[in-house]
């Protein structure tokens, strides 16, 4: 096969993808090829044609099916945004949902005020047992983990699942219904969801992280068209007031026009112009890292400790909170991706308006940025989603291959093959929602990654210094939480395949310091000294030896001295100058002055009972190291000749 050859069949590919050909259509073009090749050269060029192609034709139908589906939620947020009843919504609600996806079965439950039972309030698609009204157990199932913290859930196979709290009441009803594959998305704002939204597959299935983007997104929306046909029918009813207030009528169009302007492809600058002039408010929208997505109107400057503060305790409690003075805070978030904070003044004998504008005004930015994220060419999800995906795949075992991970490291402006160090907070309290919006803001400004899994945050960071690395996430984090934070760090690692290494050295190193009762504190494998070794994956016993006497074998080696052998016979003798005097056959003045030389080398510690273990651990492993070299040189020398 020639070049020219070569060349034609890449030419044919792309012919095929571009018409959409089926992958066997393409994968038999290349195998026609390649019965003609005459040379392993030739057939690894087709093999690399037909990998390509076929991972052409991947992204792009995965670039497709997420177009779809931002263009489902688009009309999902556009029928959501209609008037309804609060039941006649729900309905849609969960219409849209089974839609979405393309299940089987949706159901929406509800908490019933009166009895403080959880009941389905509606349900789509063909059912039996799921029956509007059907009472379910408390603490169990799906919902139960979706309301106690409240992120999406999913099983490919819910009667199989083992981290499910199973009640024989719900398997039942799963079992009558003949379900498989489930996922519930909380519907409300982040730490206040109202109720559980469901869909369900009569067979086996497994959610990809764009259906549950979806969902989550669904979910959110859903909260505030909720919301929003709450108060519709608290203004509708009679008010006790000769003049009634017509305050939530006002907000509830005001955020039907806000939803219908990031919808139509308004951007965010755009979208908080148009709210600043409505609601009379001061605005301005704060990413993720810190800068300004967009601002109107009259605010004060803020410093980046004011701004990570605020952003802490919005997102922490989801919901608005008030700062101090006039001022206003919200989470702008798309599920469970925090996309940024919203910051709020409002115009003087408008203060009311804040509290309760500042939500829908938050949702709505949110939707915004989220549809401007998808427009944008090449990406998959949010930025701050797809490096999280990255980080969770380097600490995934068995991972992907390391070059992938490389290539995808680097289009995200990170260079995995300089010295990283994985860092590991644990906050020592109820402050897991404080901690994930920290560790995303402090990622960004650190150039890192970030994940938060088990109540940790997990940090990918760059630097060469493990221990500096963990104080300096232990100072800023635990004032701001105001709580103790335990933290742990590994490292350096330079490569993919090191992180996930480095990682569970920052676990061991994490329980390590619990049973030590280091709780609150900061400290990296290497500090731990020989716990350290241990820990470690690589069991460094150099850099052991050399941080215990290190300066010790260095003097002696520089001044042909012999202090390091009166360290051993000191320690031998039981601590006693005088015998270890005799040992060495000099003078007791002689080993003074040597052990005073020690002192200076190794600091005043140095006798002290758990320093001095460390250093007669490292003393032995130096001369067991010493022994080992010798026998293999002797090994290595020639013998004489027969």
Avoid at 393 to 408: K, V
Avoid at 524 to 539: I, P, Q, W, Y
Wanted: glycine share 8%; aromatic share 4%.
């Amino acid at each position: 096969m020639t070049r020219r050859s070569a060349d034609s069949i890449a030419f044919n590919v792309l012919e095929l993808l571009a018409s959409e050909a089926p992958a066997a259509q393409l994968a038999e073009l290349v195998e026609q090829a390649r019965k003609s090749c005459e040379s392993p050269r030739e057939r690894e060029a087709l093999g690399r044609i037909e990998q390509l192609g076929l991972s052409i034709r991947t992204q792009s139908q995965r670039r497709r099916r997420r177009e779809a589906g931002l263009a489902a939620l688009a009309d999902t947020a556009r029928d959501l945004a209609l008037p309804y009843d609060l039941d006649g919504l729900l309905a849609v609600i969960t219409r849209r949902a089974r839609l979405l996806l393309g299940a089987d079965v949706a159901c929406l439950t509800t908490t019933d005020e009166e009895h403080g039972q959880v009941r389905i309030r509606t349900t789509d698609g063909p059912t039996g047992a799921l029956a509007v009204g059907l009472p379910l157990p408390d603490g169990f199932g799906l919902g139960a983990g979706v309301l106690a913290d409240p992120a999406p859930f999913w099983t490919p196979d819910y009667l199989l699942d083992e981290r499910i709290r199973h009640s024989p009441a719900i398997d039942e009803t799963i079992r009558a219904e003949g379900l498989h594959a489930v996922m519930a998305v909380p519907l409300g704002h982040r730490t206040h969801p109202f109720g559980v939204l469901y869909v369900a597959e009569r067979t086996v299935r497994r959610f990809t992280a764009d259906e549950i983007s979806l969902m989550a997104a669904l979910g959110d929306l859903a909260g505030v068209a909720v919301e929003k046909a709450r108060l519709l029918e608290e203004a509708a009813r009679p008010a006790p007031v000769p003049e009634p207030d017509r305050t939530a009528g006002e907000l509830a169009a005001v955020h039907r026009a806000l939803v219908d302007l990031a919808l139509s492809g308004g951007d965010p600058h755009a979208l908080v112009r148009d709210a600043g002039r409505r609601l009379d408010l001061g605005l301005r929208v704060y990413a993720t890292d810190g800068t300004v997505v967009a601002s109107f109107g009259d605010l004060p400057e803020l410093d980046e400790p004011t701004v990570v503060a605020a952003a802490l305790d919005t997102h922490a409690a989801g919901r608005p909170v008030r700062l101090a003075g006039p001022l206003w805070a919200a989470p702008v978030c798309a599920g469970s991706t925090d996309l940024g904070t919203l910051l709020a003044r409002p115009a003087d004998g408008r203060a009311d308006l804040a509290a309760e504008s500042c939500q829908g005004l938050a949702q709505a930015v949110a939707v915004a940025l989220l549809l401007e994220s998808g427009r944008a060419a090449g990406h998959t999800g949010p930025a701050g989603q797809v490096r999280d995906e990255l980080l969770d795949e380097l600490l995934a075992s068995p991972q992907r291959p390391p070059q992938q991970l490389a290539l995808r490291a680097r289009r995200l402006g990170i260079d995995l093959s300089t010295a990283h160090v994985l860092v590991v907070a644990r906050p020592e309290g109820e402050a897991q929602g404080k901690a994930a919006t920290w560790a995303n803001l402090y990622a960004h400004r650190m150039s890192g990654l970030k994940r938060v899994h088990n109540g940790r945050a997990v940090l990918l960071l760059p630097g060469s210094d493990p221990g500096t690395a963990a104080r300096a996430v232990s100072d800023e984090l635990t004032p701001l939480l105001g709580i103790p934070v335990t933290v742990s760090a590994a490292g350096p690692v330079s490569d993919p395949t090191s992180v996930f290494h480095g990682y569970q050295e920052a676990l061991r190193c994490l329980d390590a310091m619990t049973s030590l009762g280091a709780v609150g504190r900061a400290a990296s494998v290497r500090e731990l000294g020989f716990v350290g070794v241990l820990l470690a994956d690589n069991h460094d016993i150099e850099g052991f030896i050399e941080s215990a006497v290190g300066p010790v074998l260095d003097y002696d080696r520089q001044r042909l001295t012999e202090l390091t052998r009166t360290l051993q016979a000191y320690f031998e003798t039981g601590n006693s100058p005088t015998h270890a005097a005799q040992q060495l056959h000099v003078h007791p003045n002689t080993v003074a002055r040597r052990l005073d030389r020690i002192g200076e080398l190794l600091g005043p510690d140095w006798q002290k009972p758990e320093r001095a273990f460390e250093i007669q651990l490292a003393l032995k492993l130096c001369r067991v190291r010493r022994v080992l070299l010798d026998r293999a040189a002797r090994k290595d020398r020639p013998g004489p000749p027969s």
